[in-house]
């Protein structure tokens, strides 16, 4: 079941579009309404799960990057939302990678080294969160495997209350904090 979920997130494809190289709709990724997915991730370390599920019982966005410590995710997207005026009324605000746990760690001590923004740095080593969402996508060209798509889910309740997805996968634009904070 996941391989073939896998396969039909990773296919390049536009928002809006029903066009794509091998399949003929559009993929159902995560919309306005949809539950946050009971995964687990990790946080700091291996052994340390944390469901976003669970903990997003109130307000909350969560940042997925395609990769940490890459240009667009270091220099604007993440830091966007750490220094955003904003941030402290946006409720837990996670940012979700498909990396391991120590990569996140070391991310989000060099983006917040005191801690004080509160923003939390999650690993999705296996993409299973990314793949529940279906935002995968093929991104072997670049970090060698299968990443996630550049988005922003608000979250309240446990549920999306919108969905800021980048329709070219990688791009800062409807995902920025001052689009999706304002």
Same mark, same amino acid.
């Given at each position: 079941?996941?391989?073939?979920?896998?396969?039909?997130?990773?296919?390049?494809?536009?928002?809006?579009?029903?066009?794509?190289?091998?399949?003929?709709?559009?993929?159902?990724?995560?919309?306005?309404?949809?539950?946050?997915?009971?995964?687990?991730?990790?946080?700091?370390? @291996? !052994?340390?799960?944390?469901?976003? =599920?669970?903990?997003?019982? +109130? &307000?909350?966005?969560? #940042?997925? *990057?395609?990769?940490? %410590?890459?240009?667009?995710?270091?220099?604007?997207?993440? @830091? !966007?939302?750490?220094?955003?005026? =904003?941030?402290?009324?946006? +409720? &837990?605000?996670?940012? #979700?990678? *498909?990396?391991?746990? %120590?990569?996140?760690?070391?991310?989000?001590?060099?983006?917040?080294?005191?801690?004080?923004?509160?923003?939390?740095?999650?690993?999705?080593?296996?993409?299973?969160?990314?793949?529940?969402?279906?935002?995968?996508?093929?991104?072997?060209?670049?970090?060698?495997?299968?990443?996630?798509?550049?988005?922003?889910?608000?979250?309240?309740?446990?549920?999306?209350?919108?969905?800021?997805?980048?329709?070219?996968?990688?791009?800062?634009?409807?995902?920025?904090?001052?689009?999706?904070?304002?």
């Amino acid at each position: 079941m996941f391989a073939a979920r896998r396969f039909t997130a990773a296919v390049p494809r536009t928002l809006g579009t029903q066009s794509a190289l091998f399949h003929a709709t559009r993929p159902a990724f995560v919309k306005v309404g949809d539950a946050i997915p009971n995964v687990d991730l990790v946080e700091d370390s @291996p !052994g340390n799960k944390v469901n976003i =599920a669970k903990e997003l019982t +109130g &307000k909350g966005v969560i #940042v997925g *990057v395609p990769a940490a %410590f890459s240009p667009a995710c270091s220099s604007t997207h993440v @830091p !966007g939302y750490i220094n955003h005026p =904003a941030l402290k009324n946006a +409720g &837990k605000v996670f940012v #979700v990678s *498909v990396n391991d746990p %120590f990569v996140m760690k070391a991310w989000g001590a060099t983006l917040d080294p005191t801690g004080k923004s509160g923003v939390r740095f999650l690993a999705d080593p296996a993409s299973t969160f990314t793949d529940a969402l279906e935002l995968g996508f093929d991104s072997a060209a670049i970090f060698g495997n299968q990443r996630s798509k550049r988005y922003a889910l608000v979250v309240e309740d446990g549920k999306v209350k919108e969905a800021h997805v980048e329709p070219d996968n990688t791009g800062v634009d409807v995902s920025a904090a001052e689009k999706v904070l304002a």
